[in-house]
DNA sequence: CGGAATCCATAATGATACTG
DNA sequence: CAGTATCATTATGGATTCCG
């Protein structure tokens, strides 16, 4: 639609506050966009380990981290594929053998996994350090 | 744990694909780490808010899309206080005010979500294009 | 092998009422 | 205003079984 790109002009000011203004409309930033389609525990593992190249079904499955079921596999590769992000290839042989791979958005979205990636490794520490400190912390910080 | 192999090594750099590479080796990527901390529907959201500025609790309720529930924000704003992203105050004033607001960390997630929002934005026609060639088709594409 | 279908446990979220 | 507490409802994820 009006969509067109109303772009989220972020303004990465000196000192000033990152702003980000959404002007879409119809459903806000699109952020939600991104999320509700990675928010889920495993697309966004999926599309990193589809970024080395093409998977077979069980094999995607080995190599996902903490050990994936059958059925959260194939809903999480049915919907990326129907977003157009993953591509879905059958081979009618016996036994059938399925072949995943990124589609060129696919392969684009990888970039900000790994920008997420880095984000995360790099305020690792700090997190931790925040949260022992939140969970020290016997009574509210109040402003006198 | 360590699921044993780290490393995602991504090989297809022939013609310069983007490559992951998670040489960490406590969990893996540390995708993990920041997807579940913005996994949530709404962690996002009141980033995005709070990138604009200090709010109150109410008027960050108000912004943000869709509605969150007084429940919810509350949850939101806690963990993502206690993870050091946001800064709570409060105001022991009469009626009560708290006023929140990110952290230095939590200003340099707001590239991040800024990333995503561009790439939403830019693919969202892409995406609904795939859907509705997805929910067209009438049989699986196989290849005979 | 790849997946669909079914059943079950639990986590996430919403709605509502109550409090300092 | 800014929560906290509770209850009801989904959404999500796992295990198992059956099928082409």
New binding site residues.
Partial sequence: MSAGHTAVTASGTADGEPVISCETPQDECGVRDVL?RL????SVYVVVELASGVL??????RRIH?????????????RLERDGLVK?T?YPT???????ELTEMGHSLTHLVKSLADWSIAHRPAIAEAREAYDARPAEDVRT
């Fill in positions: 509700d928010g889920d525990k495993w077979r079904f069980k094999e995607l499955q903490g050990g994936i079921s059958q059925r959260m596999l194939t809903l999480t590769v049915r879905r059958v016996i036994p059938p053998q399925v072949e995943y």
